[in-house]
């Protein structure tokens, strides 16, 4: 008997501390409003799910396949293709488009729309061009490609989001041995064979992953969509919940774009095939670019500038124009207002989610349990859930719980606070944070990984404490991911749209709500300045990200 109690006593007890505690806390505040979406889609106060079946759902579905399918080809074509060219040959132009193919990531998508459309359009300068040089006096005359349609969404999202392809495909390409190449070379393949027989194949898991992220863009976007007059199923969730006034139908729709990206995180593994590739060691000799010669070598440059021109050039040399044309709208009233809360909120919510990424990455590596096997993916979802989901999620059960404290504080004091969560900009940088967990935490998480694990053993056998370790020793090497970290997060928190219009509080206007909204009324000349702050700062952080890259 004494020896039962001798073994009871020493088998080891959970006892949770502050790290436990806190870390369980951040993955529930994640997690929470995939919940809710859940929740409020099987207990609707009003079941209208057979009437979506009946009529609208399955256009929001099909039309978002068909959206999807046309950006998953043109990212991959599009990123792949000028991955392939710069990794691999030597051609004008090749160092500096190089970096300026990334350069797309810092415009919004829904500005890239605004561009095109205002340079297709009929009353825009290419077509009144063409009626001046031809005589043709109206529409009739001759035939134009319609702009606000499918197509020109499935190619300005393309534009947008190819650079995502691109990076993951172009590092790739970079870590393969040479030696495969020249032994394919020997054996008398040519450019696109050895393209097909060894780029493809080795680079394949990559471009897959860079594809699933552009589809998770594409299904969560808003502004693009609405301005070409696309109904998705994002756009259905704005329809039902706030014209039809229906949040569980809103909530229906959400679980249908919720289960769309966990099939597509599915297919995009599943499409991998356990398929492993692995470099043979440092002695690995790399590819050396391959010099073109002949006109061929301005074909390349052609083909890599197509992608930065639509991406890159054309929102931008719209949105000047427009601003030249116009250089009072940089002391429109409002502005300034828009920009220092879209510093505001964007900073703050940055750094609160790095600092959350950072304490649970910490406290689930120091307990090194079985937790972080399957808490650490979990806490990614919000990332794949696009921005009106998450809204969704978060503005019900925040909204209740906001007047059950109001109500709690008129009670016991007799004073009416008003809307402390809901009312201000709480929401919105929530919002932000469960958005954008997922960039921060794999960022943080690799770099914990790239630390030795002696240093903070070291540490800790000096009788540094747990957060002493973190202090002195993690922080101090991750200090440059970590800035990093907080500059991507807080760039994708000023891009940011379909959360920012759903959780906004009254007249609170952030840089993209602002050209939105003056964009949606036609007045281009006034959204330009915002929409270029937007972008100048979407382009810091992808500057700095293509100097990490080399």
Known sequence: MSDRFTQLARRPQFRPDLWTIGAVLIAVVVL?????????????????????????????????????????????????????????????????????????????????AYALVDLLDYAGPLQSALRATFGWTTARDYWFPETRSLPMAILVLSFALYPYVYLLARSAYREQSGRAYEVARALGCGPWSMFQRIGWPLARPAIAAGVALALMETVADYGTVLHFGVQTLTTGVFSTWLNGGNAGGAAQIAGVILLLILLLVGFERAGRGGARFHRLGRSAQPHEPTQIVGAKRWYATVLCLIPFAGGFLLPVGVMLVHSAAAPQGWLAPGLLQALVNTLVVGGLAALATVGAAIFLVYALRMKGSRAAQWL???????????????????????????????????????????????????????????????????????????????????????????????????????????????????????????????????????????????????????????????????????????????
């Open 32 to 112: 929470a409003p995939i919940v809710s979406i859940a929740w409020i889609a099987f207990n609707p106060t009003e079941n209208i799910w057979p009437h979506l079946m009946a009529t609208v759902l399955p256009r929001y579905l099909v039309t978002t396949l068909l959206l999807m399918g046309g950006v998953a080809v043109l990212t991959a074509a599009m990123g792949t293709g000028a991955a392939w060219l710069v990794s691999q040959y030597r051609f004008p132009g090749r160092d500096w488009l190089a970096h300026a193919l990334l350069f797309p990531l810092a415009i919004p998508a829904y500005v890239g």
């Open 376 to 550: 650490l993916p979990m806490t990614l979802i919000g990332y794949a859930a696009p921005g009106a989901v998450l809204a969704l999620g978060l503005l019900l059960p925040l909204a209740a719980l906001d007047h059950r404290l109001a109500d709690g504080v008129l009670a016991l004091t007799g004073w009416d606070p008003g809307l402390m969560i809901t009312g201000t900009a709480f929401a919105l940088g929530l919002a932000y944070v469960v958005r954008f967990f997922g960039i921060a935490q794999g960022a943080v998480d690799a770099a914990f990984g790239r630390v030795s694990p002696s240093l903070s053993m070291a540490a800790r056998s000096l009788g540094r404490s747990a957060s002493g370790t973190l202090g002195s020793v993690y922080l101090p090497l991750m200090r440059g991911s970590i800035l990093t970290a907080l500059l991507v997060v807080f760039v994708d928190c000023v891009k940011e749209l379909p959360a920012t219009l759903l959780l906004r509080p009254f007249n609170y206007n952030t840089l993209s709500t602002r050209v939105f909204e003056l964009a949606s009324l036609e007045r281009l000349s006034e959204a330009a300045p915002a929409a270029l702050l937007v972008m100048a700062v979407g382009l810091l952080a992808v500057v700095v990200v293509a100097r990490r890259q080399d």
